[in-house]
T-cell receptor, first 113, second 109 residues
Framework: DAGVIQSPRHEVTEMGQEVTLRCKPI?????LFWYRQTMMRGLELLIY????????DSGMPEDRFSAKMPNASFSTLKIQPSEPRDSAVYFC???????????FGQGTRLTVV | GENVEQHPSTLSVQEGDSAVIKCTYS??????FPWYKQELGKGPQLIIDIRSNVGEKKDQRIAVTLNKTAKHFSLHITETQPEDSAVYFC????????FGQGTELSVKP
């Protein structure tokens, strides 16, 4: 398996634009997590899904953020409209079970100017 | 919600010495405690994990100890090597996986 695949690897966008980050989890994994990493706040859990259903989205910072998982092999994290303070590395991770080893993707480095 | 505290934030050791990183957590219902290593430009990668029915686990030069009563667990790396230099994160799960703030380990040759 190729592991968790995220796209794009880098994204530079202007403030106010919509940004969509994509994630393909490892085949067979039924839990998917979205994290945001910054120097100031470390690794923050934004939302996680189990069997394609959002279980906890309490980490989503604002209504500008939304996440979907339309099927077991694809998830998106959307920011609309984007702001400079959204600049961070966004990681997607998947696991066989919620309390199991989480495998991380390479991340998407988002820069909002 | 769960709160995870990790110390120290930076750690510098000489090659061959041991390194210890400690974490405390708040939710007594947590029962899965993994440790991740993150190298520059990459996502975190699991290096060892422990569950609440075990007090200690070892894998070659890496060991983790867990004290559920005190709600703390530690990562021990022996015979450190320069390639161990990275950022290490503890994490706790009782449902969702919450990470500590990270420890930047530097191993000087």
């Amino acid at each position: 398996d190729a592991g968790v695949i995220q796209s794009p690897r880098h994204e530079v966008t202007e403030m106010g634009q919509e940004v969509t980050l994509r994630c393909k989890p490892i085949s067979g994994h039924n839990s998917l997590f979205w994290y945001r990493q910054t120097m100031m706040r470390g690794l923050e859990l934004l939302i996680y899904f189990n069997n394609n259903v959002p279980i906890d989205d309490s980490g989503m910072p604002e209504d500008r953020f939304s996440a979907k998982m339309p099927n077991a092999s694809f998830s998106t994290l959307k920011i609309q409209p984007s702001e400079p303070r959204d600049s961070a590395v966004y990681f997607c991770a998947s696991s066989l079970a919620v309390k199991g080893e989480a495998f991380f993707g390479q991340g998407t480095r988002l820069t909002v100017v | 919600g769960e709160n995870v505290e990790q110390h120290p934030s930076t750690l510098s050791v000489q090659e061959g010495d041991s390194a210890v990183i400690k974490c405390t957590y708040s939710d007594s219902a947590s029962n899965y405690f993994p440790w991740y290593k993150q190298e520059l430009g990459k996502g975190p990668q699991l290096i060892i994990d422990i569950r609440s029915n075990v007090g200690e686990k070892k894998d070659q030069r890496i060991a983790v100890t867990l004290n559920k009563t005190a709600k703390h667990f530690s990562l021990h790396i022996t015979e450190t090597q320069p390639e161990d230099s990275a950022v290490y994160f503890c994490a706790v799960s009782g449902g969702k996986l919450i990470f500590g703030q990270g420890t930047e380990l530097s191993v000087k040759p």
